[in-house]
T-cell receptor, first 114, second 112 residues
């Protein structure tokens, strides 16, 4: 069974640009989550999508946005990039439902802002 | 902000020894999960324990949960060099659905 796949592996941008990160969940998983792991700040929850709808959002500005497609894959968009957006962005997927479901993570996209 | 605090921040042991990591959290939870992260890579799910469970085992892993103290521990028995990684606890808190709040992590080094 293929795991969660993320692309690209690395992404280098400059301040003010826009970045798009992609995630394909495990087959059969309908929930997709995005997390940011920045140096010194740890793992922070960004967004949760299920069945194409945004279910929850972390404490991030509106320039962080995303969507989930009918095939359950997802995109994270970051507009007007700032230096502090440099981080490892991790995507996870799980089976549907709000009760206890383990999340399975991809290897992440490392975003570097110059 | 992070809900969980883990201790120790770093732990260095010899192969074959046991490793214990502790996690504390602040608000009521639906479940608590432990993850492993090898340097710069994604997280690997280790074990999930629900709020109505007190102990769970998976291979060389043993997790306990004390909801009255808002704490959990992860025990790795008979450690191996391959266990060298960062370990995180993550909580799904009541009312938050399946959103996870991660602890600060423990860096485990297992030496030969």
């Amino acid at each position: 069974e293929a795991g969660v796949t993320q692309s690209p592996t690395h992404l280098i941008k400059t301040r003010g640009q826009q970045a798009t990160l992609r995630c394909s969940p495990i087959s059969g998983h309908t929930s997709v989550y995005w997390y940011q792991q920045a140096l010194g700040l740890g793992l922070q929850f960004l967004l949760w999508y299920d069945e194409g709808e945004e279910r929850n959002r972390g404490n991030f500005p509106p320039r962080f946005s995303g969507r989930q497609f009918p095939n359950y894959s997802s995109e994270l968009n970051v507009n007007a990039l700032e230096l502090e957006d440099s981080a490892l962005y991790l995507c996870a997927s799980s089976l549907r439902g709000t009760d206890s479901k383990p999340q399975h993570f991809g290897d992440g996209t490392r975003l570097s802002i110059l | 902000s992070q809900q969980g605090e883990e201790d120790p921040q770093a732990l260095s042991i010899q192969e074959g020894e046991n490793a214990t990591m502790n996690c504390s959290y602040k608000t009521s939870i639906n479940n608590l999960q432990w993850y492993r992260q090898n340097s710069g890579r994604g997280l690997v799910h280790l074990i999930l324990i629900r709020s109505n469970e007190r102990e769970k085992h998976s291979g060389r892993l043993r997790v306990t949960l004390d909801t009255s103290k808002k704490s959990s521990s992860l025990l790795i028995t008979a450690s191996r060099a391959a266990d060298t990684a960062s370990y995180f606890c993550a909580t799904a808190h009541t009312g938050g659905g399946n959103k996870l709040t991660f602890g600060t992590g423990t860096q485990l080094k297992v030496e030969l």
